[in-house]
């Protein structure tokens, strides 16, 4: 709660389109109740006013898919670990550190993580947690103890928190977890969803997160779907980020994961599902994942050597785009959308790929950054700066030297293919200024 | 000219390894007396200290190939601009800004771009310059007229300079310069030799740069190289970097544009030949260009289309590769790097590509954008911070949140494959700072 607000600056963006000397209105929940270009308001600003001057605001950039604490392991994998180096050996060191972190530890890498996403102008992270329990896999005296201390981090530094809880359960088909994997396990899916209803009560945002279906077997896979459809819960799930996930998939179901998934009952709602990666996905895949939303993570594809995501494929097939940073290696939303367009110019050889519609490509990109990414995480009322919606906004420094020559119309392109996180000013969450 | 100083930081770069307190005491002409551990200096400094405090001094980043006036369409050229939007059609737009540039309009956005560079940690850029005459061919009353331009805005900012002096004179194997492509064009070889003269009798350190066998015939190719060569001048040029260049090529000539340049004399020298992009060759092409550099230009590369450098396979045939900002969309020298590791990594699906010895990848991706480049350029005094060297350095704000949680150990890794230019905080060319 604050006091009604209005806000304006030189430039912002409202429905995906640039509007000069644009106000919103805002209420003391952080709803806004006008939007619209200042000249087009009749009366003066009510309550104060925050003019954030030559700046450009747009929606709050949406991470639609982190694990906070692998930013404690930024910069320590890029070594030769292994005779060959690939994702697989990079889980090995990831797992490593996972298994030392304390609930104190925890917050400490998650608030670091969060606050560094603030500062590159998200808003909004759905957190895909899976450190659940003792090292030795035993529950701490509240189960959901590492669970809380996400919450608590998130509360503390101010950005608006989805919290996807990862349900795991084995290494693969047939093979009991690793000792390494003991703490991300619940003993079943009732202990599981006995923790999310504990969460729900006490009024977290929860997504449920079968982990994969390498981690999951199809008998909890299938229980889970029912519960996240009867609950109307947005669910992830890391869907083919490697290609020996599908052979696994294929060799346990004779079938892709996202085939697996789609019989298990996860598609039955529209943008109900997330799909996180689905890098190694046919037209078949595509197909059924119409109408639902891959969650690519550009900067983390390439470093985990994953491959590209066939996004403008996923596009043409009616599949919604979102973006996560994944690893928070990099936190950097402009960098993500920036990758997954680049990524397309390098695969066809040709340029502007994942232009929507008229408004262009800037504004396509940043569709993809925020209104995609709240709803592929249940939220409605964010992503967008109209009335209604949360007013969550980054203020993108129009004076920044990057901008420099760059004109009013070119002004959105620029930022979303040429620019960096470094141009994000300030933040606000919920009609609060959350700039770190 | 300066006085003597001395300059400590807590961690700077020697030689490719990280030193803890190091301390370089460089002399008027801004050259390196000594350099080390300032433990093992005896003697306190002398002169001016210049402490950078909690930084991580590195070498200055070298731009090897860079269009500075392209710098004035950043942002501009991500709509929809043809039915079939490429290489091609950027390059219509692209020249068109070119022929609204008149002497001061070209100081103005040169100027522009070089701030940026040093901004970004870019101590020495190698200007690949090809707008030399006006708008209709004729030459203005100094046929010099805009590489002094060139050469003043380099001055003005204190950014090192070696002017990569374009020849440029058709369309194409048998066509006519095109008309927006006339003011790029000398009469003939002997009237850009004269002005190549001009240039370096006035003390610019000039390369000899024919545009790409597309725009230069092969006659004209033998006389530069033996030009070149007798001068022992680098020498750059465009390679293959769209695909239909090895084809006119191979029709033309019945060889690859590597081909040709290797018959027409351009790689006598070692180190002596810079091919820029190169990305349209294959295994004989690379056992041609051992010895030499290949410039890559990751940020330009994907964003026109232009496909990946094979960056791994140029290495184990034994030829260097360095960075360039080119088209200037993006000013940012760990970019450049990092996404040249990271197209190895979305190529090969595996991690730690371009790692060259026991120093690590972060090590071997600074020398790519440091020492590469200035060897590319013939500069063999700069792109370490060794004695005998010029101090050109760029300041990393070692306290920067991006940083956070990372220990020295991981400092240079996470630098160079987890930032961005934002975290550059100073620059020093020749002893003299030079922060914009």
Redesign the interface.
């Given at each position: 709660m604050t006091a009604p607000k209005t806000f304006v600056a030189e430039l912002g963006v409202i429905g995906g389109r640039l509007v000069s000397r644009p106000r919103w209105d805002v209420d003391a929940d952080g709803r806004i109740l006008r939007a619209g270009a200042s000249a087009e308001f009749e009366a003066p600003p009510a309550g104060a006013t925050r003019d954030f001057g030559r700046a450009l605001v747009v929606p709050g950039f949406v991470n639609a898919h982190s694990h906070a604490f692998q930013?404690?392991i930024?910069?320590?994998?890029?070594?030769?670990?292994a005779a060959?180096?690939?994702?697989w050996?990079?889980r090995t060191a990831m797992y490593e550190r996972a298994n030392t972190l304390d609930p104190d530890g925890l917050f400490a890498?998650t608030r670091?993580a969060f606050?560094?996403m603030l500062?590159a102008g998200f808003t909004t992270v759905g957190e895909f947690h899976y450190v659940h329990h003792q090292p030795d896999g035993r529950a701490y005296d509240d189960a959901n103890e590492l669970s809380w201390q996400v919450v608590r981090a998130a509360q503390d530094v101010g950005i608006r928190l989805v919290l996807l809880e990862v349900f795991y359960q084995r290494a693969g088909a047939g093979r009991e977890a690793l000792a390494e994997q003991r703490r991300f396990c619940d003993r079943d899916v009732e202990a599981y969803l006995a923790r999310v209803e504990a969460l729900r009560a006490a009024g977290v945002s929860v997504g449920l997160a079968p982990h994969s279906v390498r981690a999951v077997a199809r008998p909890d896979l299938e229980q889970l779907a029912a519960y996240g459809a009867r609950e109307r819960l947005p669910m992830h799930a890391h869907v083919s980020e490697q290609r020996r996930e599908n052979d696994e998939c294929l060799a346990e179901h004779g079938c892709s994961p996202t085939a697996l998934l789609g019989e298990c009952g996860f598609f039955g709602r529209p943008r109900g599902f997330t799909a996180v990666h689905a890098i190694a996905t046919d037209a078949d895949d595509r197909a059924r994942l119409r109408g639902q939303t891959v969650c690519a993570c550009p900067t983390t594809e390439?470093?985990?050597?994953?491959?590209?995501v066939e996004a403008s494929e996923l596009r043409s097939d009616g599949v919604a785009l979102a973006v996560g940073s994944d690893s928070n290696?990099?936190i950097?939303p402009i960098?993500e959308v920036r990758l997954l367009e680049?990524?397309e110019?390098?695969r066809?050889?040709?340029?502007?790929c994942l232009?929507g519609d008229e408004r262009?490509?800037?504004a396509s990109l940043l569709e993809i950054g925020t209104v995609a990414g709240a709803r592929s995480l249940g939220l409605d009322h964010v992503g967008d700066l109209v009335v209604g919606n949360a007013f969550d906004a980054a203020v993108i420094d129009r004076r920044h030297?990057?901008f420099?020559?760059?004109?009013d119309d070119?002004?959105l392109?620029?930022?979303l293919?040429?620019a960096?996180?470094?141009v994000v000013s300030h933040v606000v969450v919920g009609g609060v200024e959350r700039t770190?």
């Open positions: 930013r404690a930024r910069g320590a994998t890029h070594r030769r670990l060959r180096d690939d994702f050996s990079w890498i670091v606050r560094e500062r390439a470093d985990l050597g994953d491959g590209l290696a990099i950097d960098q680049m990524g110019r390098l066809s050889r040709r340029r502007i232009a262009g490509l800037g030297p990057l420099a020559e760059v004109t070119a002004i392109d620029a930022l293919t040429c960096t996180a470094s770190p």
